[in-house]
């Protein structure tokens, strides 16, 4: 089947650490974001990293710069999210995302993106 599918969501106590991953079995040819978003209840939908396969530049939103990362090297099959030192208000349902945007719209929930069905990160304080 075509699509998006997420991986390794859980149960971590604050200061710990989950590595997510996304399979991709769309055809992503040519300048493609790649993106983590997140969503909590009663919060709108917000971009939390992303990468530009055309020229694999990578975007953060500023709650996750220098604790989460997305590892670069993997197969476009594949996109991973390095989340350390993770805080209670990381917790929520994680979704992969993948669209043909511009690098600058990489974590753009507005726009139209193919989504998986999210894997849920719960961090208790």
């Known amino acids: 089947a075509q699509g998006l599918m997420e991986s390794g969501g859980g149960s971590v106590p604050a200061g710990g650490s989950l590595r997510l991953s996304c399979t991709v079995t769309l055809n992503t040819y040519g300048r493609w974001c790649m993106s983590w978003f997140r969503q909590t209840p009663g919060k709108s939908r917000e971009g939390v990293a992303g990468?530009?396969?055309?020229?694999?530049?990578?975007y953060y939103a500023d709650s996750v710069k220098g604790r989460f990362t997305i590892p670069q090297g993997n197969p476009k099959e594949r996109l991973d999210l390095q989340m350390n030192s993770l805080k209670p208000e990381d917790s929520g349902t994680y979704y992969c995302a993948a669209a043909r945007h511009s690098g600058n719209r990489c974590l753009d929930p507005t726009l139209t993106w193919n989504w998986g069905r999210g894997t849920q990160v719960t961090i208790s304080s």
């Open positions: 990468i530009n396969t055309g020229d694999d530049n990578t």
